[in-house]
């Protein structure tokens, strides 16, 4: 049986998020168990792991650090052992280098890049960047053939990496941004895939079936 770890340390939004992947989990061939920890042990054995979250980047960067061990063990399972890992709302966010949100503060920097606001270059455009928008994906594992598709979103910053191989599918908002990111077996997504209907539930189930 795999073991998905879903990071809890304190971020909003997480039970939703615990009961889609449970919901797609109960529709795989291969058994799977869906963990809500911050045990680093756990996290640290985990055969995947789901990161979370809502907010503001410096308050969720600091919750996370905060759980005692907790950093070291995620690195050991997805940097080391090469866990597949996906990032959720702001946690696709904690991906970057730094965070402008109140400052700057510094992120996980496991893909290169800053997480800056929303500015639409049509002031009619509101932010937040809130409800479904179109999102375009090139050959990515995650999204399966070059697809358009529909997936909902509530945010006021964005992900721009350094690197514009990170990007995984772009959205646009008054311009263009990541709607995902991927780089080796690391992944991340602004969206909800939990409140995407279809579309979310079949980018879970490519998740939790990932082999990078």
Known sequence: MQTVAVID????NLRSAEKALQAVAGTLDEPT???VTAD???????????????GAFAACMTAFNARPGLAEAMGEAVQDR????????????????????FGAHPGMDWISGEVRR???KDP???????????????????FGEPAEGQMYFTHSFAFYPDDEDDIAATVDHGGPFAAAVAKNNIAGVQFHP???QTAGLDLIARFLEWRP
């Not at 680093?40 to 990161?51: N, S, Y």
């Not at 090469?82 to 949100?101: K, S």
Request: charged share 15%; with cysteine; net charge positive.
């Open 194 to 196: 939990e409140k995407s």
């Open 118 to 120: 929303l500015t639409p």
């Open 9 to 12: 340390y304190g971020s909003g």
């Open 82 to 101: 090469g866990a597949p890992f996906l990032g959720v709302c702001v946690g696709m966010q904690l991906l970057a280098t730094r965070g402008l949100e």
């Open 40 to 54: 680093p042990d756990q996290v640290r054995k985990a055969d995947r792991i789901v990161l979370p979250g809502v």
């Open 33 to 35: 168990a869906i963990v």
């Open 124 to 142: 009619a455009l509101k932010v937040p960047h809130m409800g479904w928008n179109d999102i375009a994906a090139g050959n990515q594992p995650l």
